[in-house]
């Protein structure tokens, strides 16, 4: 073996196998409490997934083979090689003096983050380890060699706070939920691309307002959301070479629960962190609305239906199920019979704010011939 070719840092990684051998190597530095965050399972933390591989593994890409073919190059050029690592233009961050409301909000942001980028890496690891069609392990590969970065790059932010997750640990005790492949295009299609939006739009407003760049780590935002962005166009291209994915009608009732459950639940997710957004100097509301078009736009791509964010019933109901929410939040801390109580009352009120939310008639259009995009925002 040649110690003076072995990559130092999940950065440098070119495969996802050395990217998480980096992470094994620097497990002395796991905590106990972020780990244990990140193992959590409730309707607003991410997910672990399993699906049918070997349905994943018939796919042919024949039908768009041109545009996939040049997605693969531009993947396997990895222009983020290197990228996800501190430097010079990481600053100092003083974790003591920081306000601890902030600082809570910050660490649950960052592990969050992490686990999401490590379960998209968990997934395509396995789609890459279980199948033997070149396209599509090769595609997988690729994916989860940069989530594994990201991942890594967000320890590495914790670290200096104190605390690290423990991603083998994750791999082998967090639950996986089971969705049929179709379910994991629609969820993780938008998941890469609502996470293009959510990226783009914090780096864009820290551009302009550098004064609330509170932390380093948002300087990698550019390059990171190019990522997702690039995770994204593949899934479109994987949705497309089956045209009933997109066009059955049963089918199109499905891309509307997953667009309504991914805007609901991060709106409800961000607005338990009001301090991170005061200390970006970002509105929550405008932040998600901001989100939602960028989103809307993006898979106008691949779905033939966007959500009308700008219906009456939209954010009235959106701001039902964060109050639905922070109502059960309360009641399980309460305990007890009225703890119970609370929680059904809080949880029926958040399943009809969503019902209202999904029976907003959706805007159709015609979805184009080439789902081809580039990042525009």
Not at 212 to 224: A, G, L, Q, Y
Not at 240 to 250: A, V
Not at 295 to 311: A, K, N, R, W, Y
Not at 340 to 363: D, E, H, M, Q, R
Request: proline share 4%.
């Amino acid at each position: 073996m040649n110690i003076q070719n072995t990559p130092k840092h999940s950065a440098d990684a070119t495969t996802v196998e050395e990217g998480l051998a980096i992470q094994e190597e620097q497990a002395k530095f796991d905590d106990d409490f972020a780990t244990e965050t990140a193992m959590s399972n409730t309707l607003l933390t991410p997910r672990f997934y399993t699906t049918d591989f070997d349905e994943l593994d018939a796919i042919d890409v024949t039908p768009v083979r041109k545009d996939w073919d040049a997605l693969i190059a531009q993947m396997e050029s990895d222009p983020n090689k290197g990228h996800f690592k501190k430097n010079e233009d990481w600053d100092h961050v003083d974790w003591d003096a920081m306000e601890p409301k902030l600082k809570a909000e910050f660490i649950d942001f960052l592990i969050s983050s992490c686990t999401a980028e490590f379960s998209g890496c968990v997934l395509y690891k396995e789609m890459k380890r279980r199948g033997s069609n070149k396209d599509i392990t090769q595609l997988f590969q690729l994916m989860a060699r940069d989530e594994a970065r990201h991942a890594g790059f967000i320890n590495d932010a914790l670290r200096e706070a104190g605390l690290r997750v423990n991603l083998g640990f994750l791999t082998q005790s967090k639950k996986y939920t089971y969705f049929r492949p179709k379910f994991i295009y629609y969820a993780t299609y938008l998941s890469e691309k609502i996470g293009y939006a959510r990226y783009i739009t914090i780096f864009r407003h820290l551009e302009a307002h550098p004064e609330h760049r509170f932390h380093p780590i948002f300087k990698w935002f550019e390059e990171w959301c190019n990522d997702e962005f690039s995770h994204g166009e593949a899934f479109a291209l994987l949705m497309k070479t089956d045209p009933k994915l997109t066009e059955s009608f049963t089918n199109k009732l499905w891309i509307k629960f997953f667009l309504t459950a991914v805007y609901s639940t991060m709106y409800v997710r961000d607005h338990q962190r009001p301090a991170f957004h005061k200390a970006l100097g970002v509105d929550p509301d405008w932040y998600a609305h901001e989100v939602f078009t960028k989103t809307s736009v993006l898979t106008g791509q691949i779905f033939p239906l966007m959500l009308d964010i700008e219906h009456p019933r939209w954010q009235r109901n959106l701001e039902r199920m964060q109050k639905a929410n922070v109502q059960i939040a309360e009641a399980k801390k309460r305990g007890g019979v009225s703890g119970f109580f609370g929680n059904v009352a809080g949880s029926a009120k958040a399943a009809l704010a969503f019902v209202s939310l999904y029976t907003i008639p959706a805007i159709k259009h015609q979805v184009p011939e080439s789902t081809v995009l580039r990042p525009a925002y």
